[in-house]
């Protein structure tokens, strides 16, 4: 969902798209555009799985946002390396990105469902809206 932010990402996003088309052929794989904001929790509670190959440096709050909704979530950012589950976290390269995938993909449901619990409590204890107005009321 998305895309490129920049103009030199989107020879990347082409090169994606190209590598991917027997997969979007097969239903397996879609490429959807942009969305607002107030459509993301929709998505996020559609699906089983979200990766985010953002690089380190950015704190993308659509990592969070996917852990609340119960999305298994995939991270290359170093930033959310202790808040996904450790099967969560891949080196921005990829390395065993597929493999991890295919072991969340193979998760029963309730595996699944205990995973979801463990991210949104994750995301409610570190980055909730009660801590941040404490945070605010404290910085005065």
């Known amino acids: 969902v998305g895309a490129p932010a920049n103009p030199e990402d989107v020879a990347y996003e ?3 798209h190209g590598r991917a088309a027997a997969l979007v052929a097969a239903g397996k794989i879609r490429f959807l555009p942009p969305v607002t904001h107030d459509k993301t929790p929709h998505l996020y509670n559609t699906h089983r799985l ?3 190959a953002t690089p380190t440096g950015s704190f993308d709050k659509t ?3 996917a852990m609340a909704c119960g999305a298994f979530v995939f991270t290359a ?3 959310f390396k202790d808040a996904v589950s450790p099967d ?3 080196q921005e390269n990829g390395n ?3 493999a991890r995938l295919e072991v969340a993909l ?3 449901p309730e595996e699944r469902q205990k995973t979801a619990v463990l991210l949104r409590q994750q995301v409610i204890t570190s980055h909730g809206l009660e801590l941040l107005a ?3 009321i404290a910085s005065y």
């Open 134 to 136: 404490k945070t605010v």
């Open 106 to 108: 193979l998760l029963k």
């Open 96 to 98: 065993n990105l597929a």
């Open 63 to 65: 990592i969070l946002e």
């Open 14 to 16: 082409r090169m994606l």
């Open 77 to 79: 950012n170093c930033s």
């Open 50 to 52: 979200y990766v985010n």
């Open 88 to 90: 969560g976290f891949f």
